[in-house]
């Protein structure tokens, strides 16, 4: 199918300074926990975005020089020239599809603890590290010579970006995570010097380093600025009316503006907290102040939306991170007229999660994010069945979908069981819960692709047990039978279950999610999960006029979306719905009429009057029906069984990122030639030793 007319605007080259785009597709600098231990695999995964249609394929942030490191982060580095071969390669695999390469030089200032460099940081102020967490080193004020320095530092960087190759390079004022979003901000520019105090002296230092890159780039790259039109706090930081002000000032100095909010929490929100468009309100009306092109984000996934703003002079190119990870084909998929098989992202921030643990970036919607050179995964393209034999998979929930519509790709007539009435398992579940609704994309996506294949047939009300699957006869058996929550206190804490008087309305999140509701009013919610089920338990629960108070052994509510942007977002609803907060309380046991805590610490007991409890805290996968097929294997051969796996939550419970990744490596994996127990699954780079002596 070709392109909808009304989409055609999308597919208009836009100059930006001396390079063209070739169309208004731009992904946006974002990190991926890769950078720099892991290049090679860091430049597949930017080449297939290229591959997939965007005219515009950035970097994460580059630190330009060792004296600003922002470990324990993994970005990228370009801090000598010993760093141009791993940039190179990035720009050659985005230019091998005839997409722009961008990279984005940051010097982090008070951004940077240098826990590795072990180098003072530096910043318009001596203030405290301004870090993800506390950490305890604080900046020196920058003196005149530093500045120097840093705009020295800074044009070195801009050299060896063009002798690596890119088209953009980045002047990067934004998010509070760079040290010129600090000279812009009050927040933390305290100087009395021609660098601080009014609008123009905040700005000079950008305006300087602008001008510095484009003298030294000439008509060979174009130079973007990247800036927060505003902090979300108010006139103590930067606002959206201060920042138009700035930009009107620089006005047509870049070749393109940026724009975004601060801090990162805000520009990348969840569908949780933020609807898609989420920062139109504050972008929309940079175009007045400047000629240049401009970019913006919104986690944009409706295209009829992104051609909207572009008609609507709100931007000129339509900025994405997050669209490009769930699905890099996206722009592809539009011009072919294929919107229907796009991968929406669901906003869930698992893609950001791999920055924060140092671990190549996955995706719920596209488990072959970061597998692109690792394993050698297309998320458009998998090689054909070498076998006829059919596939029966058990379980239609995020790993069974996935598995399912992965096989039916490669040519496999694929049976999909599943005991409900409706597909999705977790996801459809989940969806139903507080501001889950956007995942249930997961499974929305799997289900139309999966109605396209023929050769998958979906079988409702299908509960089957050994007897059926050996009667069917069918060689290769996948478990994707899910899991459900414990209702025994085992978790974190308690690994052994805690004592519970039958005579208390004890209730498990499976319970919650089944739409069963607590009979009292008053009740308990403990969370030993820490993700996020624990706080939309909650909020379900206050929604439906329960007293409610939530208790965890952590020392926050939810306290592992710290990994995903949202733990302050998620205290913070949490309290305005009235839920009382309860930390560092470990759940001891449950009497009638109320339940014993225990401070983590101390061991002091709590007693705390309830109606009933919410145990949110481990799972147990549904296992049962795998375990009574591999009991009866004897009988196997005679029934044309060859192999049962277990797979996603039937293995062992984790995230639905974990579950679709399971189904498509189930589907890659199906008769490929087999692998040394020995051998490691995927590749990997190692780095090169240097001679002990060494310096430098």
Known sequence: MPCEPHHDILFEPIDIGPVTARNRFYQVPHCNGMGYRDPTALAAMRGIKAEGGWAVVCTEQVELHYSSDITPFIELRLWDDRDIPALARMAEKIHEHGALAGIELAYNGLNGPNLYSREVPMAPSPLPVATFTYDPVQARRM????????????????????????????????????????????????????????LENRVRLLREITEDTKAAVGDSCAIPIRI?????????????????????????????????????????????????????????????LTDKPVVGVGRYTSVDRMASLVRQGVLDLIGAARPSIADPFLPNKVRD???????ECIGCNICVSGDF???????????????????????????????????????????????????????????????????????????????????????????????????????????????????????????????????????????????????????????????ELPVGKRVLVWDDDHYYMGGVVAERLADEGYETIYATPASEASTWTRNTLEQHFIQKRMLEKGIAIRTFLALHRIAAGRAILKCVFTGRETLIEVDAVVLVTARLPEDRLAFDLKAREIEWADAGIEAVTMIGDALAPATIAHATYAGRRFAEELDAPPVAE???????????????????
Not at 243 to 257: N, Q, T, Y
Not at 683 to 696: D, F, N, P
Request: charged share 30%; glycine share 10%; with cysteine.
């Open 143 to 198: 003196d005149k010579t530093d500045i120097a320095n840093i705009r020295r530092w800074h044009l070195d960087a801009v050299r060896r970006a063009r002798r690596a190759g890119f088209d953009l390079i980045y002047v990067y004022a934004a998010h509070a995570l760079g040290f010129l979003h600090h000279f812009l901000s009050r927040r933390y520019n305290d100087r009395v010097d021609e660098y601080g105090g009014s």
């Open 337 to 343: 007229g294929r919107l229907d098989d796009i991968r």
């Open 357 to 515: 643990t140092q671990s190549p970036l996955r995706c719920t919607q596209n488990p072959t994010m970061g597998e692109e050179w690792r394993k050698g995964w297309h998320p458009e393209t998998i090689r054909p069945r070498t076998t006829d034999k059919p596939v029966l998979i058990v379980g239609a929930g995020p790993a069974g979908m996935e598995a399912a519509q992965a096989l039916g790709k490669r040519g496999y007539d694929v049976m999909l069981a599943e005991a409900g009435k409706e597909l999705g398992g977790r996801v459809t579940l989940e969806a139903r819960m507080p501001g889950l609704a956007a995942w249930r994309r997961v499974r929305d996506h799997r289900e139309l692709q999966i109605r396209k294949l023929p050769n998958v047939e979906v079988f409702f009300d299908s509960r089957l047990n050994a007897d059926h699957i050996l009667a069917l006869g069918i060689p290769r058996i996948v478990m994707a039978t899910g899991s459900t929550w414990r209702r025994d206190g085992v978790g974190h804490v308690h690994t052994r279950p805690i004592a519970i008087d039958e005579a208390m309305e004890v209730l498990s999140a499976t319970d919650m999610l089944a739409g």
């Open 678 to 696: 020995d051998i490691i699954p995927f590749r990997r780079e190692i780095t090169e030793l240097m001679g002990v002596s060494g310096a430098g």
């Open 228 to 288: 927060s039109v505003d902090e979300l706090i108010g006139e103590q930081g930067l606002y959206k009316e201060e920042v138009e002000d700035m930009i009107g000032l620089l006005g047509d100095l870049p070749d393109l503006w940026d724009v975004t909010l601060a801090g990162w929490e805000n520009d990348s929100a969840t569908s949780r907290f933020a609807q898609e468009g989420y920062s139109e309100p504050f972008i929309s009306g940079i175009k007045r």
